[in-house]
């Protein structure tokens, strides 16, 4: 269907996201997915892991497009998605095996990041894993220069968003009782981190 919201980006890294997340969610029945975009990360790993119910979210603005691919989708194990600001105060989301987020905390605020640290102790249930795919800087370096100019190019959309430091973004996960189990590196330049709640 040629009018469903699409991004190649999402379409490019699902296969090697997919190669990690079935290390981990094999025996898992529920995942909250947030900042959905396009759905189809949704719908791929829907299909994918026919026993999880994926939740896909968004901030409200987006609402509407995350559906379009959702309800074509028709995937008993993916509902439509729900509205999620990490900046509210309350997310009224519910509790979940786990939470998986992609292309997000390089686009949203420093203190968005915060809050989406924050609010992963009411929404993940013990033994519970938090998955981040994702770009991240090491000891303030950047991985290579194509990662470094595209934090000029975020910077220069949205002087908020940019490249985090990996260290600054574990320290933020260990404080909301998260413990880092795997980092993982992805083609064009990204990672996949993966906490547990212990």
């Known amino acids: 269907m040629d009018s469903l919201p699409f991004s190649q980006a999402s379409e490019n890294n699902k296969l090697p996201i997919h190669q990690v997340l079935v290390r981990h969610l094999v ?3 529920s995942l909250l997915e947030i900042g959905g975009g396009t759905g189809q990360h949704a719908e791929f790993f829907a299909e994918h892991f026919p026993g999880l119910i994926w939740q896909s979210s968004d901030v409200p603005s ?4 995350l559906n379009l691919r959702i309800a074509h989708a028709r995937l008993p194990n993916l509902p439509l998605a729900i509205s999620l600001d990490v900046n509210e105060t309350h997310w009224h989301c519910g509790s979940f095996d786990a939470v998986f987020s992609a292309n997000c905390l390089h ?13 992963m102790d009411k929404c993940i249930h013990k033994d519970g894993l938090l998955l981040v795919y994702g770009p991240f800087k090491y000891d303030g ?3 290579t220069e194509s990662n470094a100019g595209f934090d000029v190019w975020l910077k220069s959309r949205n002087p908020v968003s940019g490249v985090r430091d990996f260290e600054w973004v574990n320290k933020l996960a260990q404080d909301s009782g998260l413990t880092l189990v795997e980092d993982s590196i992805m083609p064009a330049n990204n990672q996949l981190l993966v906490w547990s709640k212990l």
């Open 62 to 65: 987006n609402i509407e497009l």
């Open 27 to 29: 025996s898992r029945c």
């Open 141 to 143: 370096e950047f991985t």
């Open 107 to 119: 686009i949203i605020s420093e203190q968005s990041v915060e809050n989406f640290f924050a609010g």
